[in-house]
């Protein structure tokens, strides 16, 4: 069965931390890998897709160590606004058009 | 921006009564996918629709439910009897591309009584 594991948490940061979450994926012929978030009750929301080298979007670094299965996501200067449920979530492998996702990690970020 | 609209926001039928989930995918999105999550789980692949066809279905997607594209915008989803365990959160994505990006409409909401 093809899982992705995370950190449920929740983690509860003051605004202004930096905190990261972890990821871990069991299948090895996953080639796509992706941070979402979801504010409550809504759709995941795609915040970045995770590449080899390793990426950047302002506060947001991600991270992929492929030899390990294993995402990070570190968010630096929290705001009250990236309160959310962060989802890893993987391609189902080669040839798969499915996307895996992980049960999430809530974040809460206290004023 | 372009985006993925579902409707309705919130549906609530009988069990054994048929439902019919609507989407409209970003315009030059070649690949659609309905997704659920019911309350408190994880979000879990149904299906993925490419040129005209089902690419791709789960254990959930049993003969209870298909898929149409009845013309160039909108994309369905029919759950021909619905029991109380389909109560949940159905939300329908696109993408350019098949296993990369997908981008999700806001959801609609079933409820099975």
């Known amino acids: 069965r093809k899982e992705v594991e995370q950190d449920p948490g929740p983690f509860n940061v003051p605004e202004g931390a930096t905190v990261a979450f972890n990821c871990t994926y069991s299948n090895s012929a996953s080639q796509s890998f992706f941070w979402y978030r979801q504010d409550c009750r809504k759709e995941p929301k795609l915040l970045m897709s995770?590449?080899?080298s390793g990426n950047e979007d302002g506060r947001f670094t991600a991270q992929l160590n492929r030899a390990s299965q294993y995402i990070s996501l570190l968010i630096r200067d929290s705001k009250l606004s990236d309160s959310a449920t962060y989802l890893c979530v993987v391609n189902a492998g080669a040839g798969s058009y499915q996307l895996t996702f992980g049960k999430g990690t809530k974040l809460s970020v206290i004023p | 921006e372009p985006e993925v609209t579902q409707t309705p926001s919130h549906q609530v039928t009988q069990m054994g009564q048929e439902v019919i989930l609507r989407c409209v995918p970003i315009?030059?999105?070649?690949?659609f996918y309905w997704y659920r999550q019911i309350l408190g789980q994880k979000v879990e692949f149904l299906v993925s629709?490419?040129?005209?066809?089902?690419?791709?279905k789960s254990e959930i997607f049993d003969d209870q439910f298909s898929v149409e594209r009845p013309d160039g915008s909108n994309f369905t989803l029919k759950i021909r009897s619905t029991k109380l365990e389909d109560s949940a959160m159905y939300f329908c994505a696109s993408g350019r591309q098949g296993g990369t990006e997908a981008f999700f409409g806001q959801g609609t909401r079933l409820t099975v009584v």
């Open positions: 629709f490419y040129n005209n066809e089902i690419s791709e």
């Open positions: 995770v590449y080899s």
């Open positions: 315009s030059n999105h070649l690949y």
